[in-house]
């Protein structure tokens, strides 16, 4: 992220990597077991609120290995909402997060010693499906991927992996495999 603004978690306007080159529908987001469980639990304890986070790990041609699930804490808040003002007419109240960029930065130098980019975002719904909402479209950024929980009830009912496809500027459901690392299906 070259760019330490609070605007950096929009990103749409500050894209690093672009993934135009690559085909959105070969695209495989890969978490073992164990990071899995931790993101789960997270987003269930967050529960009634949204809970959100970080993934780090590393981009390859079409798979994309996550190696950290960082527990963020969600942002959202008066400051948030001055400088998304296009989110209060989007969905419901209850579905916002942002990631303070201090915290994205912190997030991205831990990583960058141990060979990890920041990769994806994560973030729940409460009671609500895990398909990306308006608001969600909006701070959206190519280059990550976005994994969406539903949580009912303070379950994790379902989480579905999404990315912004650049040329349609629309989330497009991407492949989530839960498995080992290193471990081929
Ligand atoms: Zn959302």
């Not at 609070?6 to 749409?12: D, E, H, K, V, Y």
């Not at 970080?54 to 959202?76: F, M, Q, R, S, Y």
Request: net charge negative; aromatic share 8%; proline share 5%.
């Amino acid at each position: 992220m070259p760019s330490s603004s609070p605007a950096a978690i929009s990103g749409r306007h500050v894209r690093i990597r672009s993934v135009a080159s690559r085909l959105l529908s070969d695209l495989t987001v890969i978490v073992c077991p164990a990071l899995w469980q931790k993101l789960r639990e997270h987003l269930a304890r967050a529960y009634p609120y949204e809970g959100c986070g970080l993934l780090l790990g590393t981009a390859a041609e079409t798979d994309t290995t996550v190696a950290e699930v960082w527990i963020a804490k969600n942002a959202w808040d008066a400051t948030a909402a001055e400088l998304f003002p296009e989110a209060a007419t989007l969905g419901s109240a209850r579905d916002r997060f942002a990631i303070d960029p201090r915290e994205l930065l912190q997030a991205q130098k831990s990583g960058r010693d141990r060979g990890l980019d920041i990769v994806g975002v994560y973030h729940s719904h409460p009671d609500s499906e895990a398909v990306p909402s308006a608001f969600d479209r909006e701070i959206a950024w190519a280059a990550y991927a976005y994994l969406i929980a539903s949580v009912q009830q303070g379950r994790v009912a379902e989480v579905r992996c999404w990315r912004l496809d650049e040329a349609t500027d629309a989330f497009r459901p991407e492949a989530l495999c839960i498995r080992a690392a290193g471990v081929e299906e």
